[in-house]
């Protein structure tokens, strides 16, 4: 998933923002509501983090922006504000989740994928054969033996298998798996694709991964 963290918090930003990235993650991080409006113009996100209380411009104020706007990114609030009052207006203004400070980061990273899941329609098991690939778990498993992929190369897989039939090209797939302040080159991804189709090929399934070239890749229908 690509994430965006708006967060005033410098150091529970970079400990959200470091935590994610381990987990496989491409993550963005802005300061304020205003720093997050413009990032929300320039990329496409599968989910947003908001703290509610920020300087220049606050959460609720971005979640008015966001009503009404075509493929808008779901929404997680994050906030200290424990009221059922603020809950309440939190989600009647577009929030599609709302976890209150401090909190456990198993259960946030629980439902950044509950909400990934609902934004990409992505089905709770997604096959080829011998391969399934269980988003949930971040799994992907030959004949119930679970494959040891680094979180990029699982994310590369689950972005392949989730639109299957669809040709992605390197720049699209570089920009859900990586943030906008990467030093790498969007040519990281053939280095992606050639690790991960070895260790396809070593589990029994070695043409899963087709390059259409000039094009992208694409694991066919």
Do not use: C
Request: proline content about 4%.
């Amino acid at each position: 998933m690509r994430l965006l963290i708006v967060e005033d918090s410098p150091a529970l930003g970079r400990d959200l923002s470091t935590a994610l990235v381990r987990d496989g993650h491409a993550v963005d991080l802005a300061a304020d509501g205003a720093e997050a409006l413009r990032f929300l113009s320039s990329y496409h996100y599968d989910v947003v983090t908001l703290d509610l209380m920020m300087p220049t411009l606050d959460g609720w104020s971005v979640l008015r922006r966001l009503q009404g706007r075509g493929g808008s990114p779901r929404v997680l609030v994050l906030s200290a504000r424990d009221q059922v009052g603020d809950r309440v207006e939190a989600l009647n203004l577009g929030a599609d989740d709302y976890m209150i400070k401090p909190f456990a980061y198993a259960e946030l990273l629980a439902r950044l994928h509950a909400l990934g899941r609902r934004t990409e329609g992505t089905a709770p098991m997604l096959q080829a054969g011998s391969l399934e690939v269980d988003p949930r778990a971040r799994q992907a498993r030959v004949n119930g033996t679970v494959l040891a992929l680094s979180p990029k190369e699982y994310a590369l897989l689950e972005t392949l298998m989730g639109q299957r039939g669809r040709v992605l090209s390197r720049s699209a797939l570089f920009e859900s798996l990586y943030d906008a302040q990467s030093e790498a080159s969007d040519k990281v991804i053939e280095v992606l694709v050639s690790t991960l189709r070895t260790k396809l090929a070593h589990a029994g399934i070695p043409d899963l991964i087709e390059t259409r070239r000039g094009f992208g890749y694409v694991v066919a229908a």
